[in-house]
């Protein structure tokens, strides 16, 4: 076969298998939540089996704890999402009466512009729609928290044997499980570091906002959560919801207060903190982040988005773990990698 036919092969394979997925995104989606949650606990079992815990009953207290969290999560989040909901068109009707009062402040400075054009082009009541749909998906799959943290239990007792496995399969069981081994702990020190400082993200997000008195600030400090797994991007979209509403409900002062915590807390966090810990050379490229960020948002729904950079993550990690693909690597990255080979940059 000629190289042009493998490159059109390969397309046609790629096309075939996106939209597998996105046709059985129901069933993909509570598989990839159970992996994404199964990887970031496995520290925590091997730690307990080190410490002389039994296996089983290791995993019964991960099992525990996460059920714990869940539904305390749901709890709490539950009864703000549904108030926000319920009142979102009020919302967006405030929302188009002050895009109404800008018009107008606009055409008395000289510029004329079209209301329908601006309302479609520039509407910010899509922005509240849109953190109002992303919360919504993410509920409607803990709907399925059975099943996602039944899978969990059979990964993480699957993943003592996996070792194993792997040594009874390759050849060559040192070179395998070296490989194997690099790919987990870096996929694991990724998340982990990930999940802490999103964590701290939501927390001081969610505190600033109650300090200021805007309505939801959990939801907020939630929303602010799960979108910092998308790097730059995610802080943006997280950031402009609840700016809005807090130029809805106290005004321009009190939005603009919001807008500057969101930008501390990203700077400190996003900038100094995260950069320290995880190592510039498990970073993105901007361009990546913006296209895994559509892609995995169109393939999966809004949960495709939170984990639209984990999942390329996983990719780059296992990439790098390989001699032949650590150059496609390198093309995903944020140009940490490049500047590591110590070759100048032209």
């Known amino acids: 076969m000629t190289s042009g036919g493998r490159v059109l092969l390969s397309a046609a394979s790629f096309a075939v298998v996106v939209a597998g997925m996105r046709a059985a995104s129901e069933i993909i989606i509570p598989f990839l939540l159970a992996v994404f949650i199964a990887v970031i606990f496995s520290p925590l079992l091997f730690w307990l089996k ?9 995993v019964v207290g991960i099992l525990v704890v996460i059920l714990v969290v869940t539904l305390s999560l749901a709890v709490a989040v539950g009864t703000s999402l549904n108030s926000f909901i319920n009142s979102l068109p009020l919302y967006q009707e405030r929302l188009t009466g002050l895009t ?23 509407n910010p ?41 792997l040594a009874a399969v390759f050849g060559d069981p040192d070179e395998s499980l070296g490989r194997f081994g690099g790919f987990i702990e870096s996929l694991n020190r990724y998340l982990a570091i990930k999940t802490i400082t999103s964590l701290g993200t939501g927390v001081l997000v969610g505190v600033w906002l109650l300090i200021l008195g805007i309505d939801y600030p959990l939801l907020w400090g939630l929303l602010a959560f ?17 700016c809005l509403l807090a130029l809805i409900q106290l005004g321009a002062g009190s939005a603009l207060l919001a807008a500057l915590g969101y930008l501390v807390v990203n700077i400190v966090v996003g900038s100094i903190l995260e950069p320290r810990f ?22 999966l729904g809004p949960v495709g988005m939170v984990l639209s950079v984990p999942l390329t ?23 940490g990698e490049a500047s590591a080979t110590g070759r100048p940059h032209k």
């Open 100 to 122: 109404s009062g800008l018009l107008v402040w606009l055409e008395g400075m000289g510029m004329e512009l079209s209301a329908q054009v601006f309302q479609d082009y520039i």
């Open 313 to 335: 993550m996983i990719v780059k990690i296992a990439l790098e773990s390989g001699e032949d693909t650590r150059k496609i690597a390198i093309l995903l990255g944020s140009g």
């Open 278 to 299: 995880m190592g510039r050379g498990l970073g993105l490229s901007t361009l990546v982040v913006f296209l895994s960020l559509v892609f995995w948002g169109w393939v």
């Open 50 to 58: 080190r410490k002389g815990v039994p296996g089983g009953l290791a």
């Open 125 to 165: 009541g899509k922005a509240m729609s849109l953190a109002a749909n992303t919360l919504r998906g993410l509920s409607g799959v803990l709907a399925n928290i059975f099943m996602i943290l039944l899978t969990v239990v059979f990964i993480l007792l699957e993943a003592s044997a996996l070792p194993r496995k």
């Open 226 to 242: 799960l979108l910092n797994y998308v790097p730059n991007i995610g802080s943006i979209i997280a950031a402009v919801p609840a």
